[in-house]
């Protein structure tokens, strides 16, 4: 049974980079036909797709973050990670990890599902 | 602001049957599958239905999915306390080029 697990620091700084991991065990990062995504949600507000990476390292991000988040993968590891950049208090969230069903698509592939997903992780941004 | 739109809150007594409305456009819930998902706050969520109407293994069949046009709906029969959580309808938009999510619906069990 595949499971996730966040982490990172739980405080950041304004105009600083977020960072996170997402840890997956019982499973591979690089078993095709999986991506991998960044969910997060502001403080009592609904749910948000930050974006996916696949093991190959293409990546597709919210065109409303997409200038401030990098994605990565280290398979060895079996970790996929996140990057925000210059974040403000807008940022203070709880992140999730989640893996992605996708219907393949050109030019890119599009989220069908996320399952399963990680517990979550609170970051604050602030000074 | 969701383009996909939830009722904040549904309730219903114990055993009764609530349905949670998520309504769009053509763009998202007029040309692509929809999922559904059960948070209770401080857990992992959980992927309920996939394919608009398709059950996981694992979940119940008092959960099911049904699309209209432009809007999708999720019900839940027989309902129990356990069910007393946070529900999502998620979806691609095409004209957005991004996954979206419902803003929500509260299930309480009274």
């Known amino acids: 049974q595949v499971q996730l697990q966040e982490s990172g620091p739980g405080l950041v700084k304004p105009s600083q980079t977020l960072s996170l991991t997402c840890t997956v065990s019982?499973?591979?990062?690089?078993?095709?036909?999986?991506?991998w995504s960044w969910i997060r949600q502001h403080p009592g507000k609904g749910l948000e797709w930050i974006g996916y990476i696949y093991y190959s390292g293409s990546t597709y991000f919210n065109p409303s973050l997409k200038s401030r988040v990098t994605m990565s993968m280290d398979t060895s590891k079996g970790q996929f990670s996140l990057k925000l950049s210059s974040v403000t208090a807008a940022d203070t969230a709880i992140y999730y990890c989640?893996?992605?069903?996708?219907?393949?698509?050109?030019?890119?592939?599009?989220?069908?599902?996320?399952?399963?997903w990680g517990q979550g992780t609170l970051v604050t941004v602030s000074s | 602001q969701s383009v996909l739109t939830q009722p904040p809150s549904v309730s219903a007594a114990p055993g009764q049957k609530v349905t949670i409305s998520c309504s769009g456009s053509?763009?998202?819930?007029?040309?692509?599958?929809v999922s559904w998902y059960q948070h209770v706050p401080g857990t992992a969520p959980k992927l309920l239905i996939y394919?608009?109407?398709k059950r996981p293994s694992g979940i119940p069949d008092r959960f099911s999915g049904f699309k209209s046009g432009t809007s999708a709906t999720l019900g839940i029969t027989g309902l129990q306390t356990g069910d007393e959580a946070d529900y999502y309808c998620g979806t691609w938009d095409r004209s957005l080029s991004d996954w979206e999510f419902g803003g929500g619906t509260k299930v309480t069990v009274l």
């Open positions: 019982g499973g591979s990062v690089s078993s095709g036909g999986y991506h």
């Open positions: 394919d608009t109407a």
């Open positions: 053509t763009s998202n819930i007029g040309s692509n599958y």
């Open positions: 989640a893996r992605t069903v996708v219907t393949v698509n050109r030019p890119y592939d599009t989220p069908a599902w996320f399952d399963p």
